[in-house]
């Protein structure tokens, strides 16, 4: 694995550069443990959990890191990205700590409550109508009109540092692990934790856990050849992307040791669960990789396992409704 | 202060006794802090999260320091209490770790899952018909029968002693505070804190938070004669207790500098702004002490300030209806 890990386009020095640069301004969020997970899973569960980082999810930390590596004229020129969920506020946020204007390109249809949430970091929201344009043409439009930089959600080499320090601060805080678990949509923190995970703890097994409906990552993995899915209908918003990118994919190629998918209901009675027994907020699409541990096809026992919890931005209500539909009366 | 200190039923060195017993079972909790409530309250806040602890809630701490002074006979005669809440599942769990059976007085109505949550720790519970007989009467014929220690939920030094503790590692792991907020049922956790910053940080204002519906230990606090409440209708159940204990009053008189009281609406707003903000799940009275700065009347600007967050225990279906409530669609 080192020999061409050289040729990467994320190497494990911009992941620790990443952590040097974030260290004032992210949250080293706490690492739970629970005596009920352990007994359950005969096993040592560390949950590092990101739904304490700022803004509500580890999006923070690629983000900033990205931001923060801009040149002077780049910064002057501002940012912009599409995104209607926990990527716009942690490019808001960034973009508000660095001095930089933001933009946020934005369906029309997108909740109120996400528009002002990232409008409250200062960001500008551009919205668009999905049923005449697309994100990219709106972006393409403003970069060209501007000058600003587009900062992807996931498929770019700072952005993937950055969400690697998630497991690289977890592995300093409790040492070596056998066993990594991570949520994958687009691939950015399940790349990044990979390339950290391969330099601090080499013995350590790293496996990405997508939704059964949004299983593309899994099969690309597999085929070695990239997959897609389109509007994949599960809970997991965050994994409904449609594909790895192509910084991404080769990086969990090389750095993954295996992909595996959980199905909405599992997903479901995992976040309750993390809810009642670890008294922790938790959005679906954070809870995915402890489900591949707790109502999944992993089975580690003995092991030292990391699972990251990777947010917790969720709207009570919804949680409710789908809270009745699993445990009706 | 120092001088009458010593003529009160639990001193300081009973809870730095109680932090010693308790190191190797409760969970040292974590303390969060969040840039948003910092600058919402222009103060540096640091919230002790026993939500996180053993059981939901900081009764594991006095019910294990309780049950752990007992002698050999006390524990093979067993002990018991009377509690359809957080006392009741901490007395079982200590009782399961210290290997001494326990029995829980239960109305016929608590909820199931409240019976099998306290079962599931090796709990006997014994149901009682309100309509019928005093859960006081129960206990009485209970203790004569089996010769069982009764462990009452804070009226009691030992459970003073260790509930204590909670305030005693806050102080500990952040150093000596300008303000301390503990919510007020009993007194058990009030008075206990109270001891522990009187040593630790003496010039610590400690103030008991209480719902205004049950304000019965405010109004003691200011009159200086032990008030009662009856049954009152707060969300906080916890602190539906009907009045403080023959040894939690005058401790609280000795050492709480002041009581303030919080309406039930702005206790929501602030359950749910934690639950939304900080990603905690925390239960009605847990939420007491951060509601008196959040949405109450404590002022401290500059100061820096603990707040216990006592539990999480609690239905999630409730927590949305009631959200339905305060966010109407």
């Known amino acids: 694995m080192s020999d061409s890990s050289l040729e990467m386009p994320v190497t494990y020095a911009a992941v620790a550069a990443a952590a040097d640069r974030l260290r004032e301004q992210a949250h080293q969020t706490p690492v739970l443990t629970s005596r009920t997970v352990n007994k ?7 949950f590092k959990c990101e739904n304490f980082q700022r803004t509500g999810s580890f999006k923070f930390r690629g983000a900033y890191n990205a931001l923060a590596q801009l040149s002077p004229q780049q910064r002057q020129r501002g940012v912009l990205t599409y995104s209607s969920g926990n990527h716009a506020q942690a490019v808001a946020l960034a973009g508000q700590l660095l001095g930089i204007k933001t933009t946020i390109i934005m369906p029309q249809d997108a ?14 929201v551009m919205l668009y109508d999905r049923a005449e344009v ?16 587009l900062i992807p959600p996931y498929d770019h ?9 998630t497991a690289h601060e977890l592995i300093q805080t409790v040492g070596p692990l056998d066993l990594l678990l991570v949520c994958c949509g ?4 399940l790349s990044g934790c990979a390339i950290a995970a391969a330099a601090l703890t080499p013995n350590c097994r790293v496996i990405g856990v997508e939704p059964e ?45 295996d992909m595996v998918t959980v199905s909405d209901e599992a997903l479901l009675r995992t976040l309750f669960f993390l809810w ?3 008294k922790i907020v938790v959005e679906p699409t954070g809870a995915l990789a402890a489900t591949a541990l707790l109502n999944g096809p992993i089975r580690a026992p003995g ?15 919804q949680i409710a409704r789908l809270h009745s539909q699993i445990y009706p009366n």
Chains 1, 2 share one sequence.
Do not use: W
């Open 40 to 46: 359950l899973t005969q096993s040592q569960v560390f």
């Open 111 to 124: 909740p109120a409550v996400k528009q002002a949430a990232t409008r409250g970091y200062g960001a500008e």
């Open 134 to 149: 697309t994100r990219e043409f709106v972006a393409a439009q403003l970069v060209a009109e501007t000058g600003a930089t």
């Open 157 to 165: 080499p700072d952005v993937v540092a950055g969400q690697g320090t």
């Open 186 to 189: 687009g691939g950015g923190l």
């Open 213 to 257: 409906k949004a299983d593309d990552a899994t099969r690309s993995f597999y085929s070695r050849t990239l997959q897609t899915v389109h509007n994949p209908d599960t809970i997991a918003d965050g994994a409904r992307t449609p594909s790895l990118g192509t910084i991404t994919f080769p990086l969990v190629l090389h750095y993954v040791h």
């Open 276 to 278: 009642e027994r670890l």
């Open 303 to 317: 092991a030292k396992i990391g699972v990251i919890i990777s947010g917790g931005n969720v709207d009570i209500c």
